[in-house]
T-cell receptor, first 111, second 115 residues
Framework: GENVEQHPSTLSVQEGDSAVIKCTYSDSASNYFPWYKQELGKRPQLIIDIRSNVGEKKDQRIAVTLNKTAKHFSLHITETQPEDSAVYFCAASQAGTALIFGKGTTLSVSS | NAGVMQNPRHLVRRRGQEARLRCSPMKGHSHVYWYRQLPEEGLKFMVYLQKENIIDESGMPKERFSAEFPKEGPSILRIQQVVRGDSAAYFC?????????????FGPGTRLLVL
């Protein structure tokens, strides 16, 4: 079955810096890769996703890149703000299957 | 446009009791997924259901756990004879359809505490 590895487990940046979180997946059949943000005690919120037919997707300060050959994808957050502090999860799936999540990255943005 | 709803938000049970967790998907969504999150850990898939069908229950323990998504009403995750190790946050998510990868939207979760 699918296995998703996520790095780093914790990431501390200064406000205004960029943050990058990386994930690798094992199943070459996976074709959907969402990213979720979870604040303490809250639900996971979908912040961006990418399908395997594109290599990059951007939404304001957030971008995701996908390398199908290497089976890895990354989340990039630019101009970080304190409200970006949260746990970020990557996931992988195929159509009609459950999401397999990475273990999460705790991002701390200090002002 | 109501999102995914779950109730109760918090549930306290003593060992040996039953826990019933309910999930109402987003309007128009016919696919429901249940995930479990232990403290400071990631989300682990438990079961995937469509109306009146269990599609994939590979992540759900074989004993004490069951799930259903009836034709009418919410999806229910049932845990019988709870033990302390069942204490966790249980999230459900819903998606629009299969056939192509679809975004899953999560409910607020039920935090189960077993005393």
């Amino acid at each position: 079955g699918e296995n998703v590895e996520q790095h780093p487990s914790t990431l501390s940046v200064q406000e205004g810096d960029s943050a990058v979180i990386k994930c690798t997946y094992s199943d070459s059949a996976s074709n959907y890769f969402p990213w979720y943000k979870q604040e303490l005690g809250k639900r996971p919120q979908l912040i961006i996703d990418i399908r395997s037919n594109v290599g990059e997707k951007k939404d304001q300060r957030i971008a995701v890149t996908l390398n199908k050959t290497a089976k890895h994808f990354s989340l990039h957050i630019t101009e970080t703000q304190p409200e970006d502090s949260a746990v970020y999860f990557c996931a992988a799936s195929q159509a009609g299957t459950a999401l397999i999540f990475g273990k999460g990255t705790t991002l701390s943005v200090s002002s | 446009n109501a999102g995914v709803m779950q109730n109760p938000r918090h549930l306290v049970r003593r060992r040996g009791q039953e826990a019933r967790l309910r999930c109402s998907p987003m309007k128009g969504h016919s696919h429901v997924y249940w995930y479990r999150q232990l403290p400071e850990e990631g989300l682990k898939f438990m079961v995937y259901l469509q109306k009146e069908n269990i599609i994939d229950e590979s992540g759900m323990p074989k004993e004490r756990f069951s799930a259903e998504f009836p034709k009418e009403g919410p999806s229910i995750l049932r845990i019988q004879q709870v033990v302390r190790g069942d204490s966790a946050a249980y999230f459900c998510a819903s998606s629009l359809r299969d056939g192509r990868p679809e975004a899953q939207y999560f409910g607020p979760g039920t935090r189960l505490l077993v005393l």
